[in-house]
């Protein structure tokens, strides 16, 4: 049953990420807190060739798909559009974050009391995990963990109703060199949240109890669910948001089964550790349509390292993946427990030296309720004194490290991103460089069936579109090596491929323009991207309606109207997260 206000109309529930501007220093936040997951960790030092997009505050929108009230999701908002917003009277406003991100919560909260002080406040995502938070912030519940069951109890619904899993695209304005990414962006697709290898310094694994929940338990709802989202919004590639998704190796192989079955080829792009990419099989990730993995590889020390990687050659894996046309990221970890100014360069070494595509560099930084803060703070080696502004891992160290005293961290972790760009070129031309590999592992085969037929095709398609780009690549590049190396693999491209025709010409001509002015922008403007506010409006009753109220799209908003059939149903309870 719905909960009603003394009115007795339904519930009206706010659920928001925090304000812009982001990737700024002023009262709120630091300019190295990008709302940019890859230009912040990942291709950040890569200028113009880093990989631009944002992603929304996923959590949020699977609140508010599963439960029956008047809800709008506000995303990327300025703090004053947060003002107006609750001037529209609400009796809930949910407040998502995550610790760096704290001092904007906090003011957030503030601003409720202000302008909505009938509302209750609650916090959630990662940053609800701050000891004392409750203290801290001027609020009336703190969610930690899962938040749909949370809610559904409070507004007297039933928390174990079905789930459903709203549809929604992976990214927000991808551009490579100034370059919007043609054709559809990947959609989100939430198998289950948490991990169970425990690695002490996640925040994920022990913010859900160093466990998995499984929101689609078999291959054929994961399938099922895929088509629907798929048919909705006109691709079949998916980004996978599931800590380890190979881990459930039966599930995985159900999925590929079924897809095989139906001639359904879907395309995905995951996170997996290396033991359980070794144990799925990397010639089964070509049938499952894996074309993006995130692994984490941590450290080369073996003492330090951790038991997802034993025994597992990563450059060898690497080198495979990408010689299947897998694109490959692994993480690293600097500033850990062993690391020295003496010894810290042969981790960074080992890390570039794998020549993945992709290479992200993060501070280790104890964050509440890992086993590594509990470590650090029973220690007395906690920076409690430093704000949670700067626990982003990207500049200091919230925790006393004897070699790393000043800014010591902060120059290694540039350095390492940098040393990694002039030795390895840009990741660009690293992740063209795979397709191409991927495309002639393939059209090598002596033998494929239905499947690999599919993936060929879809591995030809996504060599010729990054090969559009290679021009610019050699125009932009860090280095005389990589100008040589964007000239060998223009060549290489143009064997397999053929030349470029007439349409390939004129699309060049067209890439050097857009190229060009972007180079111009940051020039004189700087790199900088705010993310537009996304309004996001469902209105109670809309399934049993089975239609969503028209909303009107004013600019520089994205305005959303939402409906949620009954088709949209998970087997199991989710869990959200946040900013």
Request: aromatic content about 8%.
């Amino acid at each position: 049953m719905v909960q009603e206000t003394s009115g007795g109309q339904r519930k009206k529930i706010l659920l928001s990420g925090v304000f812009g501007p982001f990737g700024v220093d002023d009262d709120y936040g630091r300019r190295e807190n990008i709302m940019e997951l890859f230009h912040n960790q990942v291709t950040r030092e890569q200028g113009v060739a880093s990989f631009r997009f944002h992603h929304r505050s996923f959590g949020l929108y699977f609140l508010a798909e599963n439960v029956d009230a008047d809800v709008t999701v506000l995303d990327f908002p300025s703090r004053e559009r947060f003002v107006r917003e609750l001037r529209n009277g609400y009796d809930i406003v949910g407040i998502s974050f995550i610790a760096p991100n704290f001092v904007k919560a906090r003011e957030m909260a503030r601003l409720v009391r202000v302008h909505a002080p009938g509302a209750v406040v609650v916090l959630g995502g990662h940053g609800a995990a701050i000891e004392g938070v409750e203290r801290l912030i001027d609020c009336d519940h703190v969610v930690k963990g899962e938040g749909i069951a949370w809610l559904r109890r409070f507004l007297g619904q039933d928390p174990d109703a079905p789930i459903i899993h709203p549809v929604l695209p992976s990214t927000e304005r991808q551009s490579i060199l100034g370059l919007p990414l043609p054709g559809v962006c990947s959609s989100l697709l939430v198998p289950g949240l948490g991990c169970v290898n425990g690695c002490r310094f996640c925040s994920t694994t022990h913010f859900f109890g160093k466990t998995y929940t499984s929101y689609l338990a078999t291959g054929r709802a994961i399938f099922e669910n895929a088509v629907r989202i798929a048919d909705e919004r006109g691709t079949d590639c998916f980004f996978v948001m599931d800590e380890n998704f190979l881990k459930d190796t039966r599930r995985a192989r159900e999925l590929l089964a079924r897809m095989e079955r139906e001639e359904r080829f879907f395309q995905f792009q995951i996170f997996s550790s290396a033991e359980a990419i070794m144990a799925f099989g990397l010639d089964e990730l070509v049938r499952l349509g894996v074309t993006f993995i995130w692994m984490g590889v941590e450290t080369k020390s073996r003492e330090a390292n951790f038991t997802k990687n034993a025994g597992v050659d990563p450059q060898r894996l690497v080198r495979e993946l990408r010689d299947r046309g897998i694109t490959v990221l692994v993480s690293g970890i600097l500033c850990m427990e062993h690391h020295t100014q003496e010894n810290i360069q042969e981790d960074i070494d080992h890390l570039i030296g794998l020549e993945a595509d992709f290479s992200q560099f993060m501070l280790l930084t104890p964050l509440p309720t890992t086993a590594l803060y509990q470590e650090k703070k029973a220690s007395g080696a906690l920076r409690e004194d430093l704000p949670f502004e700067e626990w982003h891992g990207q500049k200091m160290l919230n925790y006393d490290h004897p070699h790393f005293p000043g800014d010591a961290a902060e120059r290694w972790i540039r350095q390492a991103f940098r040393q990694e760009y002039a030795e390895n070129s840009s990741s660009i031309l690293r992740v063209t460089d795979t397709a191409l590999r991927g495309y002639r592992h393939l059209a090598g085969l002596e033998r494929r069936d239905a499947c690999l037929e599919a993936r060929l095709a879809q591995a030809r398609e996504r060599a010729a579109e990054y090969a559009l780009i290679l021009p610019e690549i050699e125009r932009n590049a860090v280095n005389s090596l990589e100008r040589e190396r964007a000239v060998d693999l223009a060549r290489r491209m143009a064997e397999a491929l053929g030349k470029p025709g007439l349409r390939e010409k004129a699309l060049h001509l067209g890439v050097r323009i857009l190229a060009a002015r972007w180079r111009w922008r940051v020039w004189w403007l700087g790199d900088a991207i705010q993310p537009k506010t996304i309004v996001t409006r469902y209105p109670a009753g809309r399934r049993a309606r089975g239609v969503a109220l028209p909303t009107e799209c004013p600019l520089p908003e994205l305005h959303v109207a939402h409906e949620a059939p009954e088709a949209r149903r998970l087997p199991q309870a989710a869990a959200v997260g946040g900013r």
